[in-house]
């Protein structure tokens, strides 16, 4: 089964656990009208062998139900606490998902947490994913942040979603406390997911995203398209790419290597398009020059052996 899950039934439980361990881990949740998927990622949390001493769930001026269902499970649960933001109007995926995550930071009661979480409202995961990640973080001293392989169903299959080694998964970003603060947290941006993953190695640590079978994400929605549509998704994808500071071949490389996903072939030219706009018209870069340098450098590094000649 391991590495196969065609062969595999999908491991959601709906069932509370029974005795979980408390662990000082702190998950915050932007959430905003997820009621189609909400109670799917509710359930996978309360169904953990290590549960969460606080389960912050920043509700950002849902439209639907997603504050009731959030009451309802709070109710039977009391690590889960809602928080309410104002209604700005519309979705702000990046800099407005940070904000709200940030708002649900402010407000977390359990100060001595270790480990700090962000969550999306639309994943599932097997009963023993938070101790499956907790023991690979505490196993490796100088790894930052860890998170299984994402994967969607498509035509009945599970297709994985690419991302390489080191890229922690952003739907659920699980980080040690002490690495997470030496960051500085997320960068309220399209590209903080990302920004987040090199500032952590410019700072001598590691992150991975690998898999196990006790560790799978299920994603319920096609990455990049919870606002609008996945198209404007792609677009903004590269013009998030362009803030971060790719090099120009790394962002065309990265265009033609998710032509292969939904939609095809349009969906990484988009990504190129975007990056190219944003260059072209000089649209403002990550703030700190060292590390747009540190990035081009080890871009080009990858590209260089990936073709051979590193």
């Not at 490796?140 to 299959?157: H, I, M």
């Not at 560790?215 to 013009?239: E, F, Q, T, V």
């Not at 988009?270 to 080890?298: H, N, S, T």
Request: with cysteine; aromatic share 12%; net charge positive.
């Amino acid at each position: 089964m391991a590495g196969n899950p065609q062969a595999a039934l999908h491991p959601i439980t709906s069932e509370p656990a029974i005795d979980p361990v408390i662990v000082p881990l702190v998950i915050i949740s932007p959430v905003r009208d997820e009621s189609r998927y909400l109670r799917r990622t509710l359930d996978s949390v309360v169904a953990q062998t290590a549960r969460p001493v606080e389960w912050i769930m920043v509700d950002d001026g849902s439209s639907d139900d997603t504050p009731e269902i959030i009451q309802e499970y709070a109710s039977r649960h009391p690590f889960i606490r809602l928080v309410s933001r104002d209604n700005r109007g519309f979705r702000k995926l990046g800099g407005g998902v940070i904000a709200a995550f940030n708002y649900g930071k402010e407000r977390i009661e359990h100060t001595d947490y270790q480990y700090i979480a962000k969550l999306d409202g639309d994943m599932s995961f097997g009963p023993k994913y938070i101790e499956t990640m907790l023991a690979r973080l505490q196993s490796e001293p100088r790894l930052a942040a860890a998170s299984g392989k994402v994967y969607r169903e498509q035509n009945g299959k599970f297709i994985k979603e690419r991302h390489i080694a080191e890229q922690v998964a952003g739907q659920f970003k699980l980080y040690k406390r002490a690495a997470f603060e030496d960051i500085g947290g997320f960068v309220q941006h399209l590209a903080w997911d990302g920004i987040d993953v090199h500032q952590a190695r410019l700072k001598g640590w590691q992150t991975l995203s690998f898999f196990d079978p006790d560790a799978w994400l299920w994603h319920h929605r096609i990455m990049g398209s919870s606002d609008r549509n996945l198209y404007i998704g792609r677009l903004r994808w590269g013009r998030g790419n362009w803030y971060m500071g790719y090099h120009p071949l790394y962002a065309m490389a990265t265009g033609i290597n998710r032509m292969r996903e939904k939609p095809y072939v349009i969906g990484g030219l988009l990504m190129i398009v975007g990056y190219c706009y944003a260059a072209a018209r000089g649209l403002p870069q990550y703030e700190d020059p060292r590390f747009r340098q540190a990035l081009k450098k080890w871009q080009l590094a990858r590209l260089r052996k990936t073709i051979g000649l590193g």
